[in-house]
């Protein structure tokens, strides 16, 4: 089965930094990525999502993720972070078998 | 309302005791699933079912049951609760056509004394 790693645990960050945070994954075959958010006390939301064709996927709220298929990675980048990024954020691989593998989270506090 | 509900949304327990955590979604998607998310450790997939009355074992499926004899429902019981069970339970879907995003429900936290 598929393994997701989350490079970072924990970062912190002033406002207006940019941003970017670390997802590798493990599988052979086709797959499609996921980074989700989850705010304090709240469930998870989709960020932005990428299943073919342009690699540099743009989500909500000014995320980005790039597919860089040869080195397995799936990085989130925000050129300017707010206050109110602070959250975790979840990488996710779905390998089309519907077996969703989550990675173990990062999570971003974002200073004001 | 549409959407994935969860209940209880917080329960207490004791070790031992079986629990059943409620999962239903008013989509019609065909595949379902439950997670625990811990601290370290992010979400594990416990069980998922792609159907009704279809269901496969997940990451971490030691001491849980779950069942699907209807698409909108699918519970997750703790047969004997033990206390490495305490955690947060997440339940999602995915329909079949589209793209496979997966929607969560709120969550139930679960503490076993």
């Known amino acids: 089965a598929q393994s997701v790693s989350q490079h970072n645990h924990h970062v912190i960050l002033s406002e207006a930094a940019s941003l970017e945070l670390g997802c590798n994954y493990s599988?052979?075959?086709?797959?499609?990525l996921f980074w989700y958010v989850q705010y304090p006390g709240q469930h998870l939301q989709l960020l932005l999502k990428?299943?073919?064709?342009?690699?540099l996927v743009k989500g909500i709220k000014g995320f980005e993720a790039e597919f860089i298929k040869s080195k397995f990675s799936f990085n989130l980048r925000k050129p300017s972070v707010q206050w109110s990024d602070t959250a975790e954020y979840f990488c996710a691989v779905n390998a089309h078998n519907n077996d969703m593998r989550f990675g173990a989270g990062t999570r971003l506090t974002v200073k004001p | 309302d549409a959407g994935i509900t969860q209940s209880p949304r917080y329960k207490i327990t004791e070790t031992g005791r079986q629990v059943t955590l409620m999962c239903h979604q008013t989509w019609s998607h065909s595949y379902m699933f439950w997670y625990r998310q811990d601290l370290g450790h992010g979400l594990r997939l416990i069980y998922y079912s792609a159907a009704a009355d279809i269901t496969d074992k997940g990451e971490v499926p030691d001491g849980y049951v779950v069942s699907r004899s209807k698409t909108e429902n699918f519970p997750l019981t703790l047969e004997s609760a033990t206390r490495s069970q305490t955690s947060v339970y997440f339940c999602a879907s995915i329909g079949t056509s589209g793209r496979r995003e997966q929607f969560f429900g709120p969550g139930t936290r679960l503490t076993v004394l």
């Open positions: 990428y299943f073919s064709g342009d690699p």
């Open positions: 599988y052979g075959g086709t797959v499609n």
